[in-house]
Nanobody, 125 residues
Framework: QVQVVESGGGLVQAGGSLRLSCTAS????????VGWFRQAPGKEREGVSA????????YYADSVKGRFTISRDNVKNTVYLQMNSLKPEDTGMYYC??????????????????WGQGTQVTVSA
């Protein structure tokens, strides 16, 4: 019943910006954990950023700290990932994942119940 959908990906030059959006049907994000993951060709899926159970909880991978910002809009039931100063190594398929139990790490791909199909982000050199 739950469907998670990502949008906002595209092709951008290094140093540019993109804003990804994650929405869901059948699930209210509210204070539920929502994570952003990415997967480059030939590499494993990795955590990028997440919001936790607490409204103030924000998590970032070291590789994106200072460049990416995650935020919630509960009115629109949307979680955003603002990506600035993009680098070619940021290229990959970006996935939104929603709803993980308390106690699971935000970057644990096995800890989320629902996943979107991904949106492609390509950063050219």
């Amino acid at each position: 019943q739950v469907q998670v959908v990502e949008s906002g990906g595209g092709l951008v030059q290094a140093g540019g910006s993109l804003r990804l959006s994650c929405t869901a049907s059948g699930l209210t994000f509210d204070s539920r954990p929502v994570g952003w993951f990415r997967q480059a060709p030939g590499k494993e899926r990795e955590g990028v950023s997440a919001v936790g159970w607490s409204a103030s909880a924000r998590y970032y991978a070291d590789s994106v700290k200072g460049r990416f910002t995650i935020s919630r809009d509960n009115v629109k039931n949307t979680v955003y990932l603002q990506m600035n100063s993009l680098k070619p190594e940021d290229t990959g398929m970006y996935y939104c994942a929603a709803d993980r139990p308390s106690g699971r790490s935000w970057y644990d791909v096995t800890g989320y119940r629902h996943w979107g199909q991904g949106t492609q982000v390509t950063v050219s050199a």
